[in-house]
């Protein structure tokens, strides 16, 4: 039975998830559609979960898992997952737990060859899931995605990040975290990866209840590099305080310090050479005329990620190796 909320006419309320799914064999010229195991964690969004279940299920991706994990829910979310619960590949509702540990949870239940989580307040844009799909079907040396970081209000996006290189160095070491010090942060909403990388890297770090995700992103690049694709591929959801991860910011900030200090302290750790490096990089970067040779003294200007751009002419993404500096 197709479920309506008055009042919602935009993404992802405007399509009846009935008419959607397309059972074409996968990209063109490409293997065919990878299974892509997607997992929500909901706590007490009752009134949102509804939205970030539609986004994924309407998009009518041919080869989709999903997976949703209520972590002991007190409020309405319930009777709003029950009109899906035929579609899901997987659903519980645990004693209340934590967000990682539903998480945790989630991929342990997942089959798919790709992995990704929405938690039950963000949403995926309509054309994520096959965006993802062609890359991982057309570009197996890709072990982790990531897209244009986005945040949205009540269905509209009203910002959009600039596409990043993420150099592997840079996130192993953990500078990607959007805190002081940092040089940017790694949207999770947009965040894909193989199942093999998973099971290299290991699960979400229970113990942290804020940053488990940044200390992830550490973790898989010690094993592979973060492609930036040219596109939005999830919306990051700005509702001020009511947002918890805006609410919790501090809590997280503590958190980051403490991974950071952590993969500073390990044995090989290149950390505070890159950290002195950044440092005085930032000192001199906006005097013209010199910031290039800077970047060479420094040996910044190796820090590189690859970077995937639609190439229009030939309906593919081609893979650039781009400065970060």
Not at 78 to 105: D, T
Not at 183 to 189: D, H, P, R, S
Request: charged share 25%; aromatic share 12%.
């Amino acid at each position: 039975m197709e479920h309506h909320v008055k009042g919602n006419s935009i993404w992802p309320w405007v399509d009846a998830l009935a008419d959607l799914h397309r059972d074409d064999d996968g990209p063109a010229h490409s293997p065919p559609w990878p299974k892509i195991s997607i997992v929500t964690p909901n706590f007490n969004y009752g009134e949102l979960v509804e939205t970030t279940i539609r986004s994924v299920l309407v998009q009518g991706y041919p080869n989709l898992e999903y997976i949703v994990i209520d972590d002991g829910s007190t409020d309405g979310s319930a009777a709003a997952i029950e009109p899906y619960r035929s579609r899901l590949a997987y659903f519980e509702h645990q004693e209340n737990q934590g967000q990682y540990p539903a998480i945790n949870k989630g991929f342990a239940h997942a089959t798919g060859d790709v992995f990704g989580w929405i938690n039950s307040d963000d949403v995926y844009l309509p054309w994520t899931l096959r965006a993802v799909g062609t890359i991982f079907a057309r570009h197996p040396e890709v072990q982790w995605v990531t897209g244009h970081p986005c945040r949205i209000h009540e269905g509209t996006v009203h910002t959009v990040g600039r596409l990043t290189p993420y150099p592997g160095e840079l996130v192993r070491e953990g500078f990607f975290h959007g805190g002081p010090g940092g040089v940017g942060w790694i949207q999770q909403e947009s965040c894909f990866w193989r199942r093999s990388l998973w099971e290299k890297a290991g699960p979400l770090r229970t113990e942290l209840r804020y940053a488990a995700d940044y200390e992830l992103w550490t973790r898989f690049a010690r094993h592979a590099d973060l492609y930036a694709a040219s596109t939005i591929l999830g919306g990051f959801s700005v509702r001020g305080q009511q947002n918890r991860s805006i609410a919790n910011r501090g809590r997280y900030i503590e958190e980051v310090n403490r991974v950071f200090a952590e993969i500073g302290a390990a044995k090989g750790s290149r950390q505070a050479d890159l950290r002195r490096a950044l440092a005085a990089y930032k000192r001199v970067e906006r005097l013209p005329g010199v910031r290039g040779a800077v970047r060479r003294l420094l040996g910044l200007k190796r820090l590189k990620g690859p970077v995937m751009k639609w190439d229009f002419d030939q309906a593919m993404y081609r893979v650039y190796h781009k400065s970060f500096y």
